[in-house]
């Protein structure tokens, strides 16, 4: 027998190495098998309910990093919450109409107008479907537990059926109305946009500084006056039709040195103007209130024929221009608004594709509108005063990143007027984290226009209107009813393969239409209605589920989108929201901050990580990092993390190892029987099982990361762990200093394992399957464990938090004699405190070796009068450090000076004589072999 057989070294198949990348696939098949998801609803039957509703992904690629972030971080929550005493369901969806789709087939060679509609739908739905199934795939390969083979889809005839009932409760209300003011209109996607799928860039464009002459002055100007006005969009002048001032602000008519002409512009942008346009010199005629230009007549620059108003309006500012708006009612928000209330013409010179109509002018007529602005100048002639060139921020297509323009074409609108202050209540009653994300929503909802519904394209949810014969348009209750019956039999398909008067219920009649013939809308809706209306398609459908949610969790950008669309369908409907919190996350940059970009080459697909790493370290990372803003990834950042989760593995390594001889039913001691130090670390870790059960309810990952990292590495690995080694090698197998520790291995090991489940639950489940006295065949069909508290908890936890202190002094004092080669492993030292009697009482208190505490061979404590000159003192704390005196013993590597070569051939010290002559009577009578 050797001598290193008398230990009770840690003995665990459990590998160092986690294999991740090929194990991970391999937990994820036995989930399935065993049919976890559906284990686990059925164990939280009748319990609280919790419902987190996923917000659908678009069903286009595989997914990238941003959607791991997301759907990890509910993953996490869900896993959390069924764990902690509630039945909480995850149906995860699918966005799967929209543009993009269309692009894709475009892309392949598929030419739309050139095909049956209805064989171009089909194509659609079967590429959307064969995206679910690849996204599918990439979000069980992070782990993801959820009702994979039961998801909701948006193209799904079910889900377009709810969405119909939706347009249909908002119509009956008065919600739904067709109009022509200017929207966002992409030309190079042929349709109008929502204002949740614009963004902005920054762009150079050319302004122009040019004058209207009056026409009539109503007495109050000459028709020998200019008006200067100023324009950011040149093409726009083809459509102008008024001339707006602000009401309140003064005016000057100023005549320039040398000129004839006159000319009127803001008295507060005077000065720079006549810098900007040359003037020397020039003399003030007159002055005027905005108010008193109101209905004087000027001429447009190069059409006799058009008249251009002189209105008032709000909108106008002094921060730029010349303090007069020129005007164009069909290419503008605000233009449109006052173009209205005087009367104005509303055109529109640019058509769909972003060509110039007729209307322009012949010539203008088919060119290409962002063209226009050298022709523009020229028509201008000596009217026009200065242009420059100016970078501003413009909006774009977000799906084809191409600058979009105001346009007011005849669209069907959903009100978001009408009840305004209904959604603006509702978000009052909505809890949200990061807290600013209510004002957030509040500002977008309060300010923002009504909603286009409408869209130029083919693939969506057809708009369940039709037209009488006069043109009335009829989406009565009866009507969307029969509509939304039909799309639950046979999907929306239907709409394109029958004519209208099949669609309608039967002997159906309207007095628009006295010969009984009845046309059908053609546009479709915007696909932020497709997945607003989840709220009644999901979660008001489901019997498993409920509305409203208690969470909705995406993307900081869906406070414009999903956040938006879906508070404004659920008041409209229901009046209140369809979500009691909401929590949002920031985007995933790249580790130098900069946003992620294929052209850029800095992007990190999920498959690469899990490839490199294992899907688990994109899981801890998730845990690792502050979601509520904007958060960096690289491979050198998750190198970082999987260093971490190496440190975590390896510690649960070491409690594996060292209780695998340890039945738990048997063998565990009493809390009342522990040591001190076996108290206090019981102590810690229920602390440490409040703070991670309270972090996962308030989905705050980084603290529990921070909290178990902190534990693993302080707590455990650089105190607990590091001395313990001395007590469960050492000691006799069955002797109760190892049995107290071993049941603190084991209840830690236990629990830990089941409050990283929700986040590393591959880990967890390869951990649990060596733990054979606990009875749940899964980790993950346990419970949580709740934090324990201890009459004497208090109490021990100043005490040893003032010891903690002085072991940190004294680890300073070891390592300046280790420096100084006064010892080498601290096991060589003898150390000396100079005690105040405060400490002297601490560490009698503590009734613990303290020497195996400091993980010193030999310990003196002495009074602080008695220090010597050359001690080392840290805040307050004298200490010495001599080497011990004695000889090693082979077994403990402590020095002792009871050690000494026995009759069975090893140097051992008392101790360990005493374990080898009780337990190893063949070993002593054969002597050992070396």
Excluded at 80 to 97: C, E, I, L, N, Q
Aim: net charge negative.
């Amino acid at each position: 027998m050797k001598l290193k057989d008398t230990l009770n070294l840690g003995k665990t198949a459990f590998p160092m190495r986690a294999g991740l990348p090929t194990k991970e696939p391999k937990w994820q098949a036995a989930w399935d098998q065993a049919d976890i998801y559906h284990k686990r609803q059925q164990l939280n039957e009748g319990k609280p309910a919790f419902h987190l509703h996923d917000g659908p992904p678009y069903a286009n690629g595989n997914i990238h990093v941003g959607h791991a972030l997301n759907k990890i971080s509910k993953d996490i929550i869900v896993r959390a919450k069924s764990m902690s005493g509630f039945r909480a369901p995850y149906v995860p969806g699918w966005d799967t109409h929209g543009l993009p789709i269309e692009q894709v087939l475009a892309k392949q060679g598929v030419k739309r107008k050139e095909m049956d509609l209805v064989a171009y739908l089909d194509m659609c739905r079967d590429y959307a479907l064969s995206q679910v199934d690849k996204q599918r795939a990439d979000f069980k390969r992070l782990g993801v537990l959820a009702d994979w083979e039961n998801p909701y889809i948006t193209l799904k005839p079910e889900y377009e059926a709810e969405q119909v009932r939706v347009f249909g409760a908002m119509a009956a209300k008065g919600y739904i109305y067709r109009g022509a003011k200017p929207v966002y209109w992409s030309w190079s996607s042929e349709s109008a946009l929502a204002e949740a799928e614009i963004e902005y860039h920054d762009i150079d464009s050319t302004s122009l500084y040019y004058a209207n002459k009056v026409k009539n002055g109503k007495g109050v100007l000459d028709t020998d006056t200019y008006i200067v006005v100023w324009t950011t969009t040149p093409f726009t002048v083809t459509a102008s039709r008024g001339l707006t001032v602000g009401p309140d602000m003064d005016y000057v008519v100023v005549q320039p040195a040398g000129q004839s002409r006159k000319y009127v512009v803001a008295q507060g942008l005077l000065d720079s103007l006549a810098e900007r346009f040359g003037w020397t010199s020039f003399e003030i005629l007159a002055q005027h209130k905005g108010t008193e230009l109101e209905m004087i007549v000027t001429e447009h620059p190069w059409d006799p024929e058009v008249d251009e108003l002189v209105i008032l309006g709000d909108h106008v500012t002094l921060d730029s221009g010349t303090g007069i708006v020129h005007t164009a009612p069909g290419f503008g928000e605000d233009d449109y608004n006052v173009g209205i209330k005087y009367g104005l013409e509303v055109a529109v010179t640019v058509d769909e594709r972003g060509l110039m109509m007729a209307n322009a002018g012949p010539d203008f007529a088919g060119q290409f509108y962002a063209k226009v602005t050298p022709l523009v100048q020229e028509k201008l002639g000596d009217l026009l005063l200065a242009s420059e060139v100016i970078t501003h921020s413009y909006p774009f297509d977000w799906r084809t990143k191409k600058p979009i323009i105001w346009r007011a074409v005849p669209q069907w609108f959903a009100s978001v007027s009408d009840f305004r202050q209904e959604i603006l209540s509702a978000i009052e009653k909505t809890s949200f984290k990061p807290a600013w994300g209510q004002k957030r929503l509040y500002n977008m909802i309060r300010d923002r226009g009504d909603w286009v519904i409408s869209r130029q394209r083919a693939w969506g949810v057809p708009l369940p209107i039709f037209y009488a014969e006069d043109g009335t348009a009829i989406m009565t209750k009866e009507v969307t009813d029969h509509v939304a019956d039909l799309f639950a039999e046979h999907g929306s398909i239907i709409w394109w393969q029958k004519e209208a008067k099949d669609l309608l219920p039967v002997g159906f009649t309207h007095p628009g239409s006295p010969n009984g013939h009845f046309t059908k809308e053609t546009d479709i809706m915007d696909v932020w209605f497709d997945s607003g209306s989840s709220w009644k398609g999901v979660m008001a459908a489901r019997e498993e589920l409920a509305y409203p949610s208690d969470l909705y969790l995406e993307g900081s950008d869906q406070y414009r989108g999903w956040f938006n669309s879906s508070l404004i369908t659920s008041v409209a409907v229901n009046g209140h929201a369809p979500y009691k919190s909401i929590l949002s996350q920031g985007f995933v940059l790249d580790g130098k901050g900069e946003k992620m970009s294929k052209s850029l080459g800095n992007t990190i697909l999920p498959s690469d990580v899990e490839k490199q790493f294992g899907a688990e370290i994109l899981r801890l990372w998730v845990t690792s990092v502050d979601s509520s803003n904007d958060v960096r990834i690289s491979m050198d950042i998750l190198k970082q993390t999987s260093e971490t989760y190496r440190k975590i593995r390896n510690t649960l390594r070491f409690l594996l190892a060292n209780t695998s001889d340890f039945n738990p039913h048997q063998d565990a001691v009493s809390y009342e029987n522990l040591s001190a130090v076996d108290r206090y670390m019981v102590i810690k870790f229920n602390q440490l099982i409040a703070t991670i059960n309270q972090a996962y309810a308030d989905y705050d990952f980084i603290s529990i990361y921070k909290s178990v990292v902190n534990f693993v590495t302080v707590d455990l690995s650089a105190f607990y762990l590091d001395f313990a080694k001395d007590v469960v090698y050492i000691e006799a197998a069955h002797s109760i200093e190892r049995r107290r520790m071993q049941t603190v291995f084991y209840d830690i090991l236990v629990k830990i394992t089941k409050l990283l489940t929700p986040i590393l639950p591959h880990t967890a489940e390869e951990i649990w399957s060596y733990l054979e006295y606990e009875s749940e065949e899964f980790v993950q069909l346990t419970e949580m464990p709740l934090a324990e508290s201890f009459p004497d908890q208090k109490a021990i936890l100043e005490e040893w938090d003032a010891f903690m202190t002085l072991r940190t002094q004294a680890q300073k004092a070891l390592e300046e004699a280790r420096n100084a080669k006064v010892i080498g492993k601290s096991l060589e030292a003898h150390l000396t405190i100079y005690a105040s009697q405060e400490t002297k009482t601490l560490l009698t208190t503590l009734n613990s070796d303290i020497a195996l505490l400091m993980i010193v061979s030999q310990l003196t404590i002495t009074d602080e009068a008695a220090k010597p000159a050359d001690a080392v003192t840290f805040d307050g704390v004298a200490f010495t450090v001599e080497r011990a005196q004695g000889e090693v013993c082979e077994r403990s590597r402590r020095i002792d000076p009871t050690t000494r070569m026995r009759s069975y051939g090893v140097a051992v010290c008392d101790a360990s004589a005493k374990v080898i002559e009780e337990n190893f009577p063949e070993a002593v009578a054969e002597g050992f072999e070396r």
